[in-house]
């Protein structure tokens, strides 16, 4: 459900300025299973249409992030081939934080402390709005795929294993 009490993050300011449209929805958080799948259950919707951001980093362009399916494996070989690296590997956890202002289970493709490439699974282009945290935990961001693109000027790409 729609969350009138949560204060507005980051990230939906940075909509808001770009008069983008979305919806903040919140879900109890249970930290010790801080998955997308359990998200998109909390919040009563299909996992398909709930979108994790993961941090990577690519061997040519440094760290970027790519959004996923809740319940799909991040194929770094499409997201090398994508971004134009020869590798690509997931950023340790110990480094996210670092480079993103984020925690994990918060971790949003917008409002980062710099702002990296987005990747963003061709299969979001599929369904009318998608879920994407709002950069923190248990509070996600509801607004349509290409306003997302938009928004954090990332592109589309086959970046994930379902």
Do not use: W
Request: aromatic share 4%; hydrophobic share 45%.
């Amino acid at each position: 459900m729609p969350a009138a009490k949560v204060s507005k993050t980051n990230a939906a300011r940075i909509l808001e300025g770009l008069g983008i449209p979305y919806e903040l929805h919140t879900a109890d958080v249970d930290e010790n299973d801080l998955s997308a799948v359990t998200m998109a259950h909390n919040l009563g919707v299909d996992p398909a249409c709930v979108f994790k951001t993961l941090v990577a980093r690519g061997d040519k362009t440094g760290v970027l992030m790519a959004c996923i399916p809740a319940a799909a494996e991040l194929d770094l070989k499409a997201l090398a081939t994508a971004s134009g690296n020869k590798h690509v590997e997931m950023v340790p956890l110990k480094d996210v934080r670092p480079l993103t202002g984020y925690m994990r289970g918060g971790c949003s493709p917008l409002g980062a402390k710099k702002a990296y490439p987005v990747f963003v699974d061709e299969n979001a282009i599929l369904l009318e709005t998608i879920f994407v945290s709002a950069g923190q935990r248990g509070v996600q961001l509801r607004l349509k795929p290409d306003d997302l693109l938009r928004a954090v000027e990332g592109q589309y790409a086959p970046v994930a294993r379902i």
